[in-house]
């Protein structure tokens, strides 16, 4: 059984930045393709990134674009979203996702995390 757990969410203002971990029970990046979702109150949960599971090729919603980076590190077993010039519309419950492939849909996913809140005041 795959188990996620997010941490790292916090308050910031705009323009700050902050980093996301996904912690992984195990060695999954090589099972699994992983993503980045967040749902803000009263919407639906949406994409915000995802890595491909064997050549760890990376995209990214456009209202992300060029402000947020995933990578993985092996070692630790845990991915991570660096997101900087946070901006208020970022705000939202972030969660991390694993499954058979890199996916922009929610459903592709068979694993989540429970969620990390984000805040950006302005």
């Known amino acids: 059984q795959v188990q996620l757990v997010e941490s790292g969410g916090g308050s910031v203002q705009t323009g700050g930045s902050l980093r996301l971990s996904c912690a992984a029970s195990g060695r999954i990046f090589s099972s699994y393709a992983m993503g980045w979702f967040r749902q803000a109150p009263g919407k639906g949960r949406e994409f915000v990134g995802r890595i491909t599971r064997h050549d760890g090729l990376t995209s990214y919603t456009d209202s992300v674009k060029g402000r947020f980076t995933i990578f993985k590190d092996y070692a630790k077993n845990t991915m991570y979203l660096q997101m900087n010039s946070l901006k208020p519309e970022d705000t939202a419950v972030y969660y991390c996702?694993?499954?058979?492939?890199?996916?922009?849909?929610?459903?592709?996913?068979?694993?989540w995390g429970q969620g990390t809140q984000v805040t950006v005041s302005s």
């Open positions: 996702a694993a499954g058979s492939y890199a996916s922009i849909s929610s459903s592709a996913y068979d694993y």
